[in-house]
C-alpha cells in the first residue's frame, strides 16, 4: 500500500462503487423487512428478472426507454400478484412462513425468466439508455488512476436513489404507514391502514429498485441469473448494517465493497485467490458472533 499509493486509491474506488451498489440492493430487501417484518430471499432474483425483462423487450423492438416503462409496469403486475396471491392468504402468519413464501417465489421466477428469456446471459441496452461508457484518467499521488465512466453513473445513480429512499420513509405518510406495518400487523390494521395497498406499494418499490440496480449491475458486467448471487452479497451488509436500517444499508454496504476489494488484491494471492467470493460473509460472521443486530440496528431484549 506504500509502495503504490495510487493502486490503492484504484482498488478503494472499485471497492466504493460495488459498496453503493450492494446498499442499493440491500434496501430492496430492507423495503420489505421494514413492511412485513421478514427476509425477501426473493430480491435476488427480482434484480435478474427485472433486468431480462427490459433487454427481452428491447429485443423483441421495443425502444429502449419505452421497455423501462413497461418493465416498471411488470414489476407493478408483480408485486400486485405477490400481494394477491401469496402475501393475503398469509396475514398474521409466523414470520417464518412468509420467509419460506419468499423462496416459493424466487424459484418461481427463476423458472418463469428461463421459459421466457432463455438462461443465456445478455447484454445490458447501455448506449441505448445513453449510459457512459470509456474511463476518466487521473493523476493521483504521483500515479495513475482509471475510473471508468459507467461506474461513476452508478455510483451517482445508486447514490440519488438511496437518499430518495431515505426521505421517503422519514417525511412521507406512506413512509411512516410502512413502518407501522412493520411494527405490528394487527396494530396498523386497528388504526385503519390497508395492508394489501402497502404490500402492493412497498413490493413495487423494491421492483423499481431491482431495475435500477440490474441496469447497474449490467452494465458493468451482463445479464445473467449469475447476478442472482451478486445481489445476495446484500446478506452480509444488512448482517452488518441492522435490517431495518437505511444508514445501515449504506455503511455496511461500503464496509463490504471496500473490504472485499481490499482483500481480494492484497491478501488474495497469499490465499490462492478467490478471497472476494467469501470474505464479505465471513465479515458477516463477525457480526454475528459480537454484534448481532448490526451497527445501527435496535438490540430486542425480551423478558421471561
Not at 417464518?96 to 432463455?118: R, V
Not at 461508457?133 to 500515479?143: E, K, M, P, S
Not at 492484497?266 to 470474505?279: D, F
Amino acid at each position: 500500500m506504500r509502495q503504490a499509493p495510487d493502486l490503492l486509491v484504484q482498488t478503494i474506488w472499485e471497492g466504493l462503487v460495488s459498496g453503493v451498489l450492494y446498499a442499493l440492493i440491500a434496501l430492496g430487501f430492507v423495503l420489505i423487512f421494514k413492511a412485513s417484518g421478514v427476509f425477501n430471499f426473493a430480491q435476488g432474483i427480482m434484480v435478474v428478472f427485472a433486468a431480462l425483462t427490459l433487454v427481452g423487450l428491447y429485443e423483441k423492438g421495443v425502444p429502449a426507454f419505452v421497455a423501462v416503462a413497461l418493465t416498471l409496469g411488470v414489476m407493478f403486475v408483480l408485486a400486485l400478484t405477490i400481494e394477491r396471491v401469496v402475501l393475503r392468504p398469509l396475514v398474521n402468519q409466523p414470520d417464518i412462513i412468509l420467509f419460506m413464501a419468499t423462496f416459493g417465489i424466487t424459484y418461481f421466477l427463476i423458472g418463469f425468466g428461463e421459459a421466457l428469456f432463455g438462461g443465456n446471459p445478455k447484454q445490458m441496452i447501455t448506449d441505448q439508455l445513453y449510459l457512459p461508457r470509456g474511463a476518466v484518467d487521473l493523476q493521483i499521488l504521483g500515479g495513475l488512476v482509471s475510473l471508468q465512466k459507467i461506474d461513476i453513473a452508478a455510483a451517482v445513480i445508486a447514490s440519488l436513489m438511496i437518499v430518495a429512499l431515505g426521505l421517503f420513509f422519514q417525511y412521507t405518510r406512506i413512509g411512516r404507514a410502512l413502518r407501522a406495518v412493520a411494527d405490528s400487523h394487527k396494530a396498523a390494521l386497528s388504526v385503519g391502514l390497508s395492508l394489501n395497498q402497502i404490500w402492493v406499494i412497498v413490493w413495487f418499490t423494491a421492483g423499481i429498485v431491482a431495475l435500477i440496480t440490474g441496469i447497474m449491475w449490467g452494465a458493468r458486467s451482463d445479464v445473467s441469473f449469475a447476478l442472482e448471487i451478486v445481489a445476495l452479497k446484500a446478506l452480509p451488509v444488512l448482517i452488518l448494517g441492522g435490517f431495518t436500517s437505511i444508514p445501515g444499508a449504506i455503511v455496511g454496504g461500503l464496509i463490504i465493497g471496500i473490504g472485499e476489494k481490499l482483500g481480494e488484491f492484497y491478501w488474495g494471492p497469499l490465499v490462492g485467490g478467490g478471497i472476494e467470493s467469501w470474505l464479505a460473509y465471513f465479515i458477516a460472521l463477525g457480526f454475528l458472533l459480537f454484534r448481532p443486530q448490526g451497527l445501527f440496528g435496535d438490540k430486542i431484549i425480551e423478558r421471561i
